[in-house]
């Protein structure tokens, strides 16, 4: 299972990235894409909403389930990947470069995980 | 605890991700996943594990009396061989389970029914028998191997002589040899594809397994789980219990009134069918135009009103688009209706259709 150094994970398998100019992107990790399969549909939020941490604020949906992903952070929709509308697949394809959306004018953040700990995290849920 | 079919070291060595399914360890997925597993059905072949399945026999001089009385499709004039799918109801015409029923000679007949209704089938015949006849569930001596798509026959005829290859759909030639194994060859299939099931000894089941794959490599068959068969059957709109049916359903609301037969002097149910009259409610396809995949118990709506529930739903590999299967008012289930689904917290736009979704040969529309 790939994780990266360059972000931060959550528990519940969204990762995050914060940028230079205080912007962050989220997306879903390489062991929740896989533990979907093939992903065939996709719901995103609207540019402006306010995510507040914890709760649900996009839809990911393979052929047997749906999962909510949760916000890590709270803060403001700056963009939306409107690519996954239309190609929900490539979050299976490229689950670090497929970004969901990407935050401005972040207030709290949740409890986010180095890819060592969040490595930990996967082997618990495996076995 | 959940049993282990035959065939479960099998699925640990091709990886399949195991899951509980009606009392048995089986496989969801394996390695390539439900989207290329359900492709593999639809353009090459597909195996499958389907040993959960149960096997009633059915034997002795009243054995077609009371078949013809405990379930509801007429089997009378059935020739050595054929298979005949059929509902079978309670007294107030609910459904118990649908099966499929063989006659393998005079006076003996072999049943296939659903693994999670094992006991409950079986308890309902020997309940509800009569005269010289005898049902035995045979369940755990058998394994069940399903090769489905376009690729089957050519597959399995690398294996067995052309006078165990069933000759028409729907009939089965008993005391075959596949690869040297013992078994019954059945062209029945629950994917919409062409294809055959095959019953075998469990302790049989592995080799047939093996036997299976190693001739299907060069065509790309690959194991299937069950992921993959419930999107094929949706997509074929073929009814799975539990979901478009079951013990408050008759066979007639979920549109499966051409393996009842009214005319048979009596049955389990007809009373309480016939009394009904026409049915209240009836299964529809329905196809998403709106952003969304329906699933299964979801609210319909029709302007506004609440007009039925989706009994299964998923986005179909093959098609290309979420679809899913309802039971709705009669009055509402007009051919090109818009109608709503409740997906969590918002309305998803779907078209009533008309089954199946998917036909054999049918063209990818997108």
Redesign the interface.
């Known amino acids: 299972m790939n994780i990266l150094n360059d972000r931060l994970y959550a528990k519940s398998h969204e990762w995050i990235k914060f940028e230079d100019d205080g912007t962050a992107a989220i997306g879903i990790s390489d062991f929740a894409q896989h533990a979907m399969?093939?992903i065939?549909?996709v719901?995103l939020p609207e540019i402006g909403d306010l995510l507040e941490i914890g709760k649900g604020f996009a839809?990911v949906?393979?052929?047997?389930s749906?999962a909510d992903i949760y916000a890590p952070v709270g803060g403001v929709v700056r963009e939306i990947n409107e690519e996954l509308l239309d190609s929900p697949e490539l979050i299976n394809k490229d689950p670090y470069g497929m970004w969901l959306v990407k935050l401005e004018a972040i207030t709290e953040k949740g409890e986010l995980l180095e890819a060592a700990i969040y490595e930990q995290v996967i082997e618990t849920e495996e076995h | 605890m959940e049993r282990k079919t035959p065939l479960y070291d099998k699925h640990k060595q091709h990886h399949g991700n195991m899951v509980p399914f009606a009392g048995y360890l089986l496989p969801e997925q394996y390695e390539q996943g439900v989207i290329e597993e359900h492709m593999a059905v639809r353009t090459k072949a597909g195996l499958f594990d389907v040993s959960h399945m149960g096997e009633v026999t059915c034997q002795g001089k009243d054995a077609l009396k009371n078949l013809n009385q405990i379930m509801t499709n007429d089997f009378t004039d059935m020739v050595v061989g054929q298979a005949r799918y059929t509902p079978m109801c309670h007294e107030n015409g609910g459904m118990v389970d649908d099966l499929i029923v063989y006659k393998r000679s005079e006076d003996d007949y072999y049943i296939v029914v659903n693994a999670a209704n094992k006991d409950k089938d079986f308890n309902w015949m020997v309940a509800h028998q009569f005269g010289a006849v005898e049902f035995k569930d045979i369940s755990q001596s058998v394994a069940q191997l399903a090769i489905q798509g376009p690729l089957a026959p050519a597959i399995l005829a690398k294996l067995t002589d052309a006078q165990y290859i069933p000759q028409k759909y729907y009939h089965a030639v008993f005391d075959c040899l596949v690869s040297g194994i013992p078994c019954i060859v059945s062209w029945t299939g629950y994917t919409g594809e062409n294809g055959y099931e095959i019953f075998t000894a469990a302790e049989d089941g592995p080799k047939m397994w093996d036997a299976l794959l190693e001739a299907g490599q060069p065509e790309g068959l690959i194991p299937c789980g069950l992921a993959a068969r419930d999107t094929l059957r949706l997509e074929a709109a073929m009814p799975l219990y539990g979901h478009e049916m079951d013990d408050t359903v008759d066979p007639l609301e979920a549109s499966l009134s051409f393996a009842v037969k009214m005319t048979k002097e009596d049955f389990i149910g007809k009373k309480a069918i016939m009394e009904k009259g026409d049915p209240a409610i009836k299964r529809v396809g329905l196809k998403v135009v709106g952003r969304g995949i329906v699933r299964e118990q979801q609210r319909v709506l029709l302007d506004g009103v609440e007009v039925g529930h989706t009994t299964s739903g998923t986005h179909c590999p093959y098609l290309g688009y979420p679809i899913a299967m309802a039971l709705l008012d009669s009055s509402c289930t007009q051919i090109g209706t818009k109608v709503e689904v409740e997906v969590r917290n918002k309305k998803v736009v779907a078209e009533i259709v008309a089954l199946p979704f998917y036909k054999k040969g049918q063209a990818l529309t997108v």
Do not use: M, N, T
């Not at chain 1, 949906?61 to 047997?64: G, L, M, N, P």
């Open positions: 399969g093939g065939v549909f719901e839809e949906e393979s052929v047997k749906v």
